[in-house]
C-alpha cells in the first residue's frame, strides 16, 4: 500500500512560481516512478511530467517543457514539481501518483496510487 499527499498548491500570478510536493509513505516508495497529472474544470486529467525510480528517466508534456522540472528526493519519500513562467492554462487541480508496475507512461491507467490533489490557480 502507498498512500501520496500533495501540497505546495496556491494562488500565483501568471509569471510566477509554485513548488509541488508529493510525499509519499511505505519504505518501497523510492522504487516506484512517479508522475504528476492535472485536471483543469471540465477537461480530462492529463499527463504532466513523471521520473523513473533512479531520477534516470524524466518525461514532460511538450506545454511544460522548459518551465517545470520533476525531482526527487528517496531519501525523504518525496516527489517534486517545480513549476516557473505559470500560465492561466496551468491552472487546475494537479494529482501525484505512484506507478509500481514499471511503465513509466503518461497515461493515468498506468499508475497505480493517487494523491488527493492540489490547486493550483494561475491569475492572469
Known amino acids: 500500500q502507498v498512500q501520496l499527499v500533495e501540497s505546495g498548491g496556491g494562488l500565483v500570478q501568471a509569471g510566477g512560481s509554485l513548488r509541488l510536493s508529493c510525499a509519499g509513505s511505505?519504505?518501497?516508495?523510492?522504487?516506484?516512478?512517479v508522475g504528476w497529472f492535472r485536471q483543469a474544470p471540465g477537461k480530462e486529467r492529463e499527463f504532466v511530467a513523471a521520473e523513473t525510480w533512479s531520477g534516470g528517466n524524466r518525461a514532460y508534456i511538450d506545454s511544460v517543457k522548459g518551465r517545470f522540472t520533476i525531482s526527487r528526493d528517496n531519501a525523504k519519500n518525496t516527489v517534486d514539481l517545480q513549476m516557473n513562467s505559470l500560465k492561466p492554462e496551468d491552472t487546475a487541480v494537479y494529482y501525484c501518483?505512484?506507478?509500481?508496475?514499471?511503465?513509466?507512461?503518461?497515461?493515468?491507467?498506468?499508475?497505480?496510487?493517487w494523491g488527493q490533489g492540489t490547486q493550483v490557480t494561475v491569475s492572469s
Open positions: 511505505g519504505r518501497t516508495f523510492s522504487n516506484y516512478a
Open positions: 501518483a505512484a506507478d509500481t508496475q514499471g511503465f513509466f507512461g503518461d497515461s493515468e491507467y498506468e499508475y497505480d496510487y
